[in-house]
């Protein structure tokens, strides 16, 4: 059994910061791919940032030199720093892994950013 859980959301007014973190527990041997996805209301979920097991990272335009992704897999957590936060930024993040296997990825439950302007 695997489990991400998610922390670090919550209200800031824009051009504030938040750090999203998500951690795995359980039977983890291997984690390849993490990354970060949101949600708006009424919207598709979207990537918003990726980071590969060797450290390379990629990032929806929309964040790129706001938003910064890493790992720490000693903890078998990604992070999420988010700066210069937009009321567009709204939305709930949810974290994925692909977990001792490329091709099965696990999700957190999500988390809820919301950004006031």
């Known amino acids: 059994q695997v489990q991400l859980v998610e922390s670090g959301g919550g209200l800031v007014q824009a051009g504030g910061s938040l750090r999203l973190s998500c951690a795995a527990s359980g039977s983890v041997f291997t984690i390849y791919r993490m990354g970060w996805y949101r949600q708006a209301p009424g919207k598709q979920r979207e990537l918003v940032a990726s980071?590969?097991?060797?450290?390379?990272?990629n990032y929806a335009d929309f964040v790129k030199g706001r938003f910064t992704i890493s790992r720490d897999n000693a903890k078998n957590t990604v992070y999420l720093q988010m700066n210069s936060l937009k009321p567009e930024d709204t939305a709930v993040y949810s974290c994925?892994?692909?977990?001792?296997?490329?091709?099965?990825?696990?999700w957190g439950q999500g988390t809820q950013v919301t950004v006031s302007s």
């Open positions: 994925t892994m692909a977990i001792n296997s490329r091709v099965r990825d696990y």
């Open positions: 980071i590969t097991s060797g450290g390379t990272t």
